[in-house]
């Protein structure tokens, strides 16, 4: 490996690759499972205002999200072990979502508490399930558009665990 590369020079070359890419797969997973996910759950299939309203913060939230991951795993490249990444995006993805729906609940009136437990939930158990695969396929530089598909398909399974948890306060 030559200086430009250990430098983090111009040559070098970012493992997760162009961060507008995550932000724009995390906007999309998460706009389409902020409608998807809670319209299986029993709020209806409905073109509502606050159906539309869950699913564009959710769509912001993810695109915050992706590019967050992507900056945790190129920083932490070669000095973090991929167990405490496995604990720790996670973690970072609940905390986050549960900062944004908390708020967001605030902001409109609904209950912080469930709303922020029901954020962290679904985040971590995506973040969780996706991260790794979906960086190797960008590192590979494979399509990753199945792994865009694979967290919109698992959208209603996980919207059930989270409304589980929050149900639970």
Avoid: K, Q
């Amino acid at each position: 490996m030559d200086l430009m590369h250990r430098a983090g020079g111009p040559l070098a070359r970012r493992l997760t690759g162009d961060p507008n890419r995550w932000a724009r797969d995390g906007a999309l997973v998460g706009l389409l499972t902020g409608y998807v996910g809670p319209a299986v759950v029993g709020l209806g299939w409905t073109l509502s205002a606050p159906a539309l309203i869950m699913a564009g913060m959710c769509a912001a939230g993810g695109a915050v999200l992706g590019v967050c991951v992507a900056d945790v795993i190129e920083r932490s490249r070669g000095r973090v072990p991929l167990s405490v990444l496995s604990v720790a995006l996670p973690g970072l993805a609940a905390t986050l979502a549960a900062i944004w729906a908390g708020g967001t609940a605030a902001m409109t009136g609904s209950f912080v508490l469930p709303s922020a437990l029901f954020g962290a939930t679904f985040a971590a158990s995506l973040v969780g399930l996706l991260w790794l695969p979906y960086t190797v396929s960008t590192a590979l530089g494979l399509p990753r558009w199945p792994w865009v598909a694979v967290g919109v398909g698992l959208s209603p399974a996980i919207t059930w665990l989270a409304v589980c948890a929050a149900s639970l306060l």
